[in-house]
């Protein structure tokens, strides 16, 4: 079972960047997709960006197009996401999934999870 772990959350302001990290263990993860989602209060999850373990191919939210960057480090077994130009909107929990492939086409069907980690923009 794949298990993931995310870091990097924080308070910061509107307009600062954040680099989140998710440690990825248990297993091989060439056949994977890992992938970033967050939820904010009162909001249903929101999909924000995807990547192909094995060739690195990337996927991203409209809303976060140009924003936000994901990137992988196979030696490491840990995927990031790099958040710029963070705006009070972008505060909610962030949370790292992983899955089959097709899940970042369907942007759905991820089957594990991390914890989450809380992100904080304050105007």
């Known amino acids: 079972q794949v298990h993931l772990v995310e870091s990097g959350g924080g308070l910061v302001q509107a307009g600062d960047s954040l680099r989140l990290s998710c440690a990825a263990s248990?297993?091989?993860?060439?056949?994977?997709?890992m992938a970033w989602l967050r939820q904010a209060p009162g909001k249903e999850r929101e999909f924000l960006s995807g990547i192909t373990w094995e060739i690195g191919s990337t996927f991203y939210a409209d809303s976060v197009k140009g924003r936000f960057t994901i990137s992988r480090d196979k030696t490491n077994n840990t995927v990031y996401l790099q958040m710029n130009s963070l705006n009070p909107d972008d505060t909610a929990v962030y949370y790292c999934?992983?899955?089959?492939?097709?899940?970042?086409?369907?942007?759905?069907?991820?089957?594990?999870w991390g914890q989450g980690t809380q992100v904080t923009v304050s105007a």
């Open positions: 999934a992983a899955g089959p492939r097709r899940a970042l086409v369907l942007r759905a069907g991820f089957t594990d």
């Open positions: 248990g297993g091989t993860f060439d056949d994977y997709g």
